[in-house]
């Protein structure tokens, strides 16, 4: 059974520029939530996707948005980067809805804006 | 107030040490409960689920308390390898997702 892959694992931009990063669910989990950890912080909830559909948004702006994909893997979109989007991202997925006890995280993507 | 307020530490305690974590949420709907445990530059994972009742996992107990709002985590007989940060984690009521608190820094010294 493969756990959570996200690629990138380490990427760096510039400010304004927009950046994807890709999660590949654990398999037989359908359900992918999306984190953004900032240095020093616990990770804040994103949003969430379920059979393809937004689930769930945290308080982060439109400039966030996502994609599931039939096989249930999932990208991360965020446009006119800002230096504070700097974090890593760390993808989860679950077997069923909500599931939470069994959310698997993968190792994130560390993103640095300059 | 933050929705989930922990000790940031760091904790230092010499190996076989007992140490008590701290945890406050502040939605008195919240309906689950979990303490999580992220090593250095690491991903977050489960270390055990918090139970009214309280839990325990070999050196772990946790404990929840919901008329103070209140999550704890006793680690007895520290072992150099439970050096980690550990996230408590509070579901609100009738929503997805999960809310974490900014973690506790633990470093077992020999």
């Known amino acids: 059974e493969t756990g959570v892959t996200q690629s990138p694992t380490h990427l760096i931009k510039t400010r304004g520029q927009q950046v994807t990063l890709r999660c590949s669910s654990q398999?037989?989990?359908?359900?992918v939530s999306w984190y953004q950890q900032a240095l020093g912080q616990g990770p804040q909830f994103i949003f969430q996707?379920?059979?393809?559909?937004?689930?769930g948004r945290g308080n982060f702006p439109p400039r966030f948005s996502g994609l599931q994909f039939p096989n249930y893997s999932s990208e991360l979109n965020v446009n006119a980067l800002e230096l504070d989007d700097s974090a890593l991202y760390l993808c989860?997925?679950?077997?069923?809805?909500?599931?939470?006890?069994?959310?698997?995280f993968g190792a994130g993507s560390r993103l640095t804006v300059l | 107030r933050k929705e989930v307020e922990q000790d940031p530490g760091p904790f230092n305690v010499p190996e076989g040490a007992t140490v008590a974590f701290n945890c406050t949420y502040s939605?008195?709907?919240?309906?689950?409960f979990f303490w999580y445990r992220q090593d250095c530059r690491k991903e977050p994972k489960l270390l055990m689920s918090?139970?009214?009742s309280g839990n325990e996992d070999g050196r772990f107990t946790a404990q929840l308390n919901r008329a103070s709002q209140y999550i704890s985590l006793l680690i007895r007989d520290s072992k150099l390898s439970d050096s980690a940060t550990y996230l408590c984690?509070?579901?609100?009521?009738?929503?997805?997702?999960?809310?974490f608190g900014a973690g506790t820094r633990l470093t077992v010294k020999p």
């Open positions: 989860a997925s679950s077997p069923r809805f909500p599931g939470a006890n069994v959310l698997t």
């Open positions: 398999s037989g989990h359908n359900t």
């Open positions: 996707y379920y059979r393809e559909e937004e689930n």
């Open positions: 939605n008195s709907a919240s309906q689950s």
């Open positions: 918090v139970y009214s």
């Open positions: 984690v509070v579901i609100p009521y009738n929503n997805n997702d999960m809310r």
